[in-house]
């Protein structure tokens, strides 16, 4: 089997938890494959959302689409719960006025089975997060 974007909802992946909620733009819309869709702070920082695989998978990149964030770092968990996690990379990214963010980490291939994405500072007192993709196989059991 190839390599698939475990973060997608129809992956199986789910969302375990996320900071800050707005009805209109929920923080679910992260996992549906879709840039026009996303998930919008309420304007403090850090805000975090942590996203659950259905089973222990090998990531070998890991994106995310989004707007108006400054510093992000990614974390990784391979506990049964979403406990224990490490830091897989942190970057300041480039704002691009009116363009989404378009980030992608390649990183040595790791085992997951939660990733965290912290946002720690934005360009602004609000931001968007489009999509995450994790991009990996899974873990034979």
């Known amino acids: 089997m190839g390599a698939a974007d475990w973060c997608r909802s129809s ?3 789910g969302l375990v938890l ?3 909620s707005d009805a209109e733009h929920p923080a679910e819309s992260v ?3 879709s840039s026009k869709t996303f998930w919008t702070t309420t304007g403090m920082f ?3 959302l942590i996203i659950g695989f259905p089973k222990c998978v090998k990531i070998s990149k890991v994106a995310i689409q989004c707007y108006l964030v400054r510093t992000l770092r990614i974390e990784r ?3 049964k719960d979403p ?3 490490e830091q897989c990379v942190e970057k300041d990214l480039q704002h691009r006025e009116g363009q989404l963010q ?12 939660y990733l965290r994405f912290i946002i720690k500072s934005g360009f602004d007192h609000f931001v968007s997060v489009h999509r ?3 991009e990996g196989t899974a873990e034979n059991t």
């Open 132 to 134: 995450v993709m994790a």
């Open 31 to 33: 996992a549906d494959g």
């Open 83 to 85: 406990v224990g996690f």
């Open 46 to 48: 850090p805000q975090e």
């Open 77 to 79: 968990s391979t506990s």
């Open 11 to 13: 992956a199986g992946a």
């Open 18 to 20: 996320a900071t800050s």
């Open 102 to 113: 378009m980030e992608e980490f390649t990183l040595p291939e790791f085992q997951a089975t």
